[in-house]
């Protein structure tokens, strides 16, 4: 039996690690510890922000404060971002043009670093001075390419160097680890609705309990060959607990492995210390010009900031049914969640999805009704946020809109 959730089937270059060996106080942003064993939860830090300026948490001036306050500020310059005007899906007559997009959807394609093109122009360069030489010369040798980032990629998913290998594509990767799932299953003659163990949410929920997951290793783990586990869920945007999922798949004499391309640059990652058998991830999304545990920090923050204007502004008003409300499908807990939120709209999503991008709202929307919303910590801010909140609230406004003329103009 294979162990198996959802889990996000890429083309773009991915790495594969190779089997592992067996108190209340008022807070001072700078001062923060912003992190999973930190005592302070984000609501409460914005909250003690804003009452030191003297402001409600939902004004712009606090997004302002926090900006200025960010040890990570200058990593932005670093990105290309793209103007208003420029983004294909944007009405002019409803936003100006030459303002930055507010772009969150980083967790599907990451903006272009603006040292990029230099370095391609050098390669392109290369070649056209040296030709076949520069598969062996040069600073980037062709033949030699992966070679030149792999300390780095160890390092960032915690791996030691001789795990990692870049190579191919993500689903690519799993084939060749012979771990992808229902192709090895009718390989060997299996019946794949008898020997996948797909785990669902309870009834009503819309993500996995760590516990059910654990209880069902404990249960059907004697008869489970692989577990296969997402670790941070593409369309929920759950992160799992991988050491504990790793550790109960052990104990049963598993081999536990991870689709890591919404984890990786997302979430710290140890997989040597934590025993992961396998992983693939891509690496088209990661940029290395700081730290995770920096990015992680200012990463909690960022999105705590976006969940706590989305629960203030569009919760659900049980005493006025009229009001379109949105519904943050991703835990809430910091530790069960990366950069993502997930939306669901009391609204058609699909009307809300094309408003947003009328405004200059660069956001992903996933079928059946979810829009993921990712602000990243290298490069958007606290101000893209109050934007987008902001922007959201047009967004929703015109949507209820155009369902009460089509609500009207069917009762005709």
Known sequence: MILLTARCHRTQQAVLVKPCLKVQCVVELNDLKMDLSSPVLPATLLEQTALRL?????????????????????????????????????????????????????????????????????????????????????????????????????????????????MNGLTVNLHLQMYAVESQLRLHGLDVEKSMLMLQPRQGEETLRTEDILAVIEKEGDSIAVILFSGVQYYTGQLFDIPRITKAGHKKGCLVGFDLAHAVGNVELHLHDWGVDFACW???????????????????????????????????????????????????????????????????????????????????????????????PLYNSFHDVHRFIEILGSAIASSKQTANNTALSGSY
């Open 54 to 166: 003297g402001c409600s948490p939902t004004d712009r001036k606090l997004a302002v404060q926090l900006d200025e306050e960010d040890e990570l500020k200058h990593l932005r310059e670093c990105f290309c971002i793209p103007k208003v005007k420029d983004l294909p899906p944007t009405d002019l007559s409803l936003v100006n043009g030459e303002e930055s997009c507010v772009y969150f959807a980083g967790n599907s394609l990451g903006l272009q670093p603006r040292k990029v093109k230099t370095y391609l122009d050098e390669e392109l360069d290369k070649w056209a001075r040296t030709g076949v030489h520069g598969h062996f010369n040069g600073r980037r040798p062709w033949a030699l390419a992966d070679e030149c980032i792999v300390d780095l990629m160890a390092q960032l998913v915690g791996a030691q160097r001789q795990e990692v290998a870049l």
């Open 282 to 376: 891509c690496s088209y999304k990661v940029f290395s010009q700081t730290t995770m545990k920096a990015l992680r920090r200012k990463s909690i923050l960022l999105t705590g900031y976006l969940e706590y204007l989305i629960r203030h502004y569009y919760s659900e008003d049980k005493t006025n049914p009229e009001k379109p409300f949105v519904k943050i499908i991703t835990p809430s807990q910091i530790e069960e969640r990366g950069c993502q939120l997930t939306l669901s709209f009391s609204l058609p999503i699909k009307s809300v999805f094309k408003e947003l991008e009328k405004r200059g709202v660069a956001c992903d929307m996933r079928e059946p009704n979810a829009l993921r919303v990712a602000p990243v």
